[in-house]
């Protein structure tokens, strides 16, 4: 029991630490100006982070039932994976 | 073949009751088929993964989707794990499995000047798995569009199927399932019992230059109940005494995952680069670094290639053999496991993927319907390195594995 709550102290460190580092990045992002008219690169489908979804979460479904970690791209139910 | 025709008949329907002026797509429709295979003498494992999602958009504001995919897996595992120190015959106890798992989903979004609302309802069954799930999500862009936040939460209520032990029971007397028969139908020897899951996320991306566009992703999860494999038992005596395997009740999960990608004018390639990190309360350390890069072939064709690579060290109560008289006390000696995914290892993945996109506008619709239509088809090479893990010291030989998936997408 105490080796539980120093490990969830230790990842709520680590979880402020990132979200400090966000607010500041956030904070910064507000200087930053990319008008309509120069978002013709970025409105393309190839700079859009997951352009295929189907294809992303078949992957990261494959993933998650082969490795001991998970998360980071999307909110989904459980499933066994027992196999 | 009925299937498509009454898909058809239903979709001209929608058409021709929705007044053309309201807006120029209605509807979304996108099936696909994945394989994935592991060319193993011993497990070839084979899921086929069919699927198909159908998002309506009556409205500018409102969406109503729904979905359905099923896994269907074949091949053998084995349901005891032994050590290096294992006089147990570990590799020729494999037996030989065929099941199911069948998901369905339903959901709508409400959307207005740039900001999104949904929420989805998934209900799963397998024959020793049911699974029910919310997720609602919440969006909104600002900063004149170069910014973007998402925040989403996911509840899932799942059960699994276990052999009836109490509670009460000491963790070395419990026994693994054999099969799955009488799951879920009050069958001798078994019982249902609770999975809870909580998944929270938060995403950022944000443009900074007309050529650069970064995305941070945090996510956390909580599970509670029983997260063992209720089918795998570990020998944990030097004379071979077998108990089902034994985790610990609760689980808390953290990820940062931070992606950039970068177009190259010269190129005419996107480039993107990602690393996340990832943390649990069983100790578990774990580091992806991605890299991908995207060119078009010709105005509709693009092509992909991506390469990933995986590490994590082990679960604190990871053992590759728990017959060597761990202290009772300790983490080997509380909990065991068969499990090779908390094991320390690392794997590689390479890839690629074909994309074909045509757009029409809606007085030239293409076959009279369609205002878009996508086919994608993508093929990765998946090796993992089980730095300790084997069955009774031997190495595992299932370590390779090809993924496969071929998708179509039509806009009407």
Same mark, same amino acid.
């Given at each position: 029991m105490m080796k539980q709550q120093t490990a969830i102290g230790g990842l709520a460190k680590q979880l402020g630490f990132v979200v400090g580092v966000t607010a500041l990045a956030l904070s910064a992002a507000g200087c930053v100006t990319v008008r309509p008219e120069q978002r013709a690169v970025l409105a393309d489908p190839s700079m859009q982070?997951?352009?295929d979804p189907g294809d992303g979460a078949a992957r990261e479904h494959v993933l998650e039932n082969r490795e001991g970690s998970s998360g980071g791209r999307s909110v989904k139910g459980g499933g066994c994976g027992c196999n | 073949m009925q299937l498509s025709r009454h898909f058809a008949l239903a979709l001209g329907l929608l058409l021709s009751a %929705?007044? $053309? !002026?309201?807006?120029a797509q209605v509807a979304d429709f996108a099936p696909r088929a994945s394989v994935f295979w592991e060319?193993?003498?011993? +497990?070839h494992l084979l899921v086929i993964n069919p699927s198909a999602e159908l998002s309506v958009t009556p409205t500018e504001w409102l969406d109503v989707h729904a979905g359905y995919e099923a896994d269907i897996v074949s091949g053998a595992t084995e349901s005891l794990k032994g050590g290096r120190?294992?006089?147990?015959?570990?590799? +020729?106890?494999a037996t030989d499995f065929k099941d199911t798992r069948q998901q369905f989903s339903g959901g709508f979004g409400l959307q207005r000047d740039g900001t999104k609302l949904s929420a989805t309802y998934t209900y799963g069954r397998e024959s020793d798995y049911r699974s029910n799930a919310i997720a609602v999500q919440a969006g909104t862009t600002f900063l004149q569009k170069n910014t973007e936040l998402t925040l989403a939460y996911g509840r899932g209520f799942d059960q699994v199927c276990t052999t009836?032990?109490?509670? =009460?029971? &000491?963790a070395s007397v419990k026994q693994p399932l054999? =099969?799955?028969?009488g799951c879920f139908k009050n069958g001798d020897n078994r019982k249902a019992r609770e999975v809870d899951l909580d998944n929270f996320q938060t995403g950022w991306t944000q443009t900074w230059t007309p050529e650069l566009a970064t995305q941070l992703v945090l996510y956390g999860a909580l599970q509670h109940g029983f %997260?063992?494999?209720?089918?795998r038992a570990v020998?944990?005596?030097?004379?071979g005494d077998q108990a089902l395997e034994n985790h610990p009740d609760n689980r808390t999960r953290l990820a940062a995952g931070l992606r950039a990608k970068y177009y190259v004018r010269s190129l005419t390639t996107a480039f993107s680069a990602g690393a996340r990190i990832y943390r649990d309360t069983w100790d578990i350390l774990g580091q992806t670094y991605e890299l991908e890069a995207e060119r078009y072939l010709s105005p509709e064709l693009r092509l992909l290639a991506h390469a990933r690579y995986y590490r994590q060290t082990e679960a604190a109560?990871?053992?590759?053999?728990?017959? &060597?008289?761990?202290?009772?006390? $300790?983490p080997r000696g509380q909990y065991w496991t068969g499990d090779r995914e908390l094991s320390p290892l690392w794997s590689y993945m390479l890839g690629g993927r074909l994309l074909y996109r045509k757009e029409a506008d809606p007085q030239h !619709? %293409?076959?009279?319907?369609?205002?878009g239509f996508e086919a994608s088809l993508s093929f990765d090479l998946m090796k993992t390195a089980l730095e300790e893990f084997t069955w009774g010291g031997v190495e595992p030989s299932d370590t390779l594995g090809m993924f496969g998936s071929l998708g179509l997408r039509g806009e009407f």
């Open positions: 982070f997951d352009a | %929705l007044p $053309g !002026r309201v807006l060319p193993s003498g011993t +497990s120190l294992s006089t147990v015959d570990i590799v +020729s106890s009836a032990f109490a509670d =009460s029971d &000491g054999d =099969s799955s028969k %997260l063992e494999n209720p089918y020998v944990i005596a030097p004379a109560f990871w053992s590759d053999d728990y017959t &060597g008289g761990e202290p009772e006390d $300790g !619709r %293409l076959l009279s319907v369609m205002l």
